[in-house]
């Protein structure tokens, strides 16, 4: 058995299919933008020997050694002195 199409109906129902595949297809290649990620947690606490160095009224003064870096605590009497070791003089360990 052959079907036959009107000649009438030919192209009309083709372009139909075409525009309606070329619609499925470019939504089918359609990408969803993947979500941002989210950004890093901050640590909630300061540097404990920065914060006591400027409530002494210090200043702090960054230093670059082959170590690494640290932090002086310049305090308002011109002495010079490691953060830390500014914060373990201060606050002793207790045993």
């Not at 000649?7 to 595949?21: A, D, N, R, T, V």
């Not at 290649?29 to 909630?44: I, L, M």
């Not at 300061?46 to 002086?72: D, F, T």
Request: charged share 20%; with cysteine.
């Amino acid at each position: 058995m052959e079907f036959k199409v009107k000649p009438h109906l030919k192209g009309k129902s083709m372009s139909k299919q075409y525009l309606i595949g070329a619609a499925l297809l470019l939504a089918g290649c359609a990408q969803q933008q993947p979500d941002a990620p989210p950004p890093p947690k901050q640590v909630g606490m300061a540097n404990p020997a920065s914060v006591y160095c400027v409530e002494k009224g210090g200043k702090l003064i960054a230093q670059k050694s082959a170590q690494g870096e640290s932090n002086l605590c310049q305090l308002p009497g011109g002495e010079r002195v490691d953060e830390w070791t500014l914060w373990r003089r201060d606050h002793p360990q207790k045993q």
